[in-house]
């Protein structure tokens, strides 16, 4: 399903923010053990110029909204600016500071406990929120419910099975995949460009010292030609089912992980 039925039937407007009430939360909550949230983080940076500043969040939304369609999850707004600072060279690029970021999720965390939801899965949608493994690692040492999805080989099996030519490596930024995804499920946010812009540079060492200007003119990293709407839908499918063990790991007894 895409487009506005499954918008529709996932309980999102735009396919962004969920829907529900109150009400909605509490009957989901009823009779389970350990609630999980699911908190997309997304940024506002430039994805080269067919793909818009939103693309990230887009793509975390995409994610949460298919993880809230299979399994009763909390699905909460997404953080729409985050740490792009690599993309500061390019107009419309909007970052805040890796700290703010790191305070942000943990006060989120923290709400989501008081009233009662135990477990948080931070859904992240930009590569450049280094920070963000550091905020799980923290919450688990002192015990608390969190996790960071998706994983490198979350990404790696959606890769596969969508069969997007790319690596994971070379498909950096507004490439294959997150063309794919904005194809299948925005697909009036791309604009025509896409089939000529591919540009690729696996050697980027230096990319946290220089930024992304000094190793692409045009914003893109990877081969956003290759992208298609039927491998968006396929990376979305993959990566709803390999939520699964998060799932079991977040709603476990505890001491039996």
């Known amino acids: 399903m895409s487009g506005s039925g499954a918008r529709a039937a996932y309980g999102m407007v735009n396919g962004v923010l969920p829907a529900d009430t109150t009400e909605d939360v509490r009957t989901r909550g009823a009779g389970v053990s350990a609630q999980v949230a699911v908190l997309p983080v997304g940024s506002f940076e430039q994805h080269g110029p067919f793909l818009p500043l939103a693309t990230d969040t887009l793509v975390a939304c995409a994610v949460a909204r298919e993880i809230a369609a299979a399994y009763p999850v909390h699905l909460l707004p997404p953080l729409t600016v985050s740490c792009s600072h690599e993309h500061a060279a390019w107009p419309g690029t909007v970052s805040i500071s890796a700290v703010t970021l790191h305070a942000v999720v943990s006060d989120i965390a923290a709400s989501l406990r008081r009233s009662g939801v135990d477990a948080l899965v931070v ?22 419910r969190m996790a960071l999805f998706p994983a490198a080989e ?94 079991a790991l977040l709603t476990s007894a505890p001491g039996r992980q």
């Open 123 to 144: 859904v992240n949608g930009h590569g450049g929120n280094y920070v963000l493994g550091n905020v799980v690692q923290e919450a688990s040492a002192r015990g608390e």
């Open 154 to 247: 979350d990404w790696e099996a959606a890769r596969e099975r969508a069969g997007v030519v790319t690596s994971l490596l070379t498909d950096m930024h507004a490439g294959e995949i997150e063309t794919s995804i904005l194809m299948h499920a925005h697909p009036e946010f791309v604009r025509p460009g896409h089939e000529s812009a591919d540009f690729t540079a696996d050697d980027r060492r230096h990319l946290l010292t220089l930024g992304m200007s000094a190793y692409t003119e045009s914003g893109v990293i990877g081969r956003p030609s290759l992208g298609s709407a039927e491998k968006g839908k396929e990376l979305l499918a993959s990566l709803a089912e390999s939520f699964e063990p998060y799932v």
